[in-house]
């Protein structure tokens, strides 16, 4: 299965977009959040993560 993680910085950037060409590309489970990059505490990257190491290695 292919697993996507969609990511904007600011309200300025549309978020649309990258889920819609995820799925495009053949992923089944997509991941999106808006944070910034710099943050260390994007729970939706963590929780992409984890799905694709079972038993949370990264949580």
């Known amino acids: ?5 969609a990511r904007v910085s600011t309200g300025g950037q549309r978020l649309e977009r990258q889920p819609d060409a995820l799925r495009a590309a053949g992923c089944r489970r997509i991941f999106a ?4 990059g710099r943050d260390t505490d994007r729970l939706e990257l963590v929780a992409c993560l984890d799905f694709t190491h079972p038993g949370g290695r990264y949580g």
Request: glycine content about 12%.
């Open 33 to 36: 959040e808006m944070q910034s």
């Open 1 to 5: 299965m292919r697993i996507g993680h």
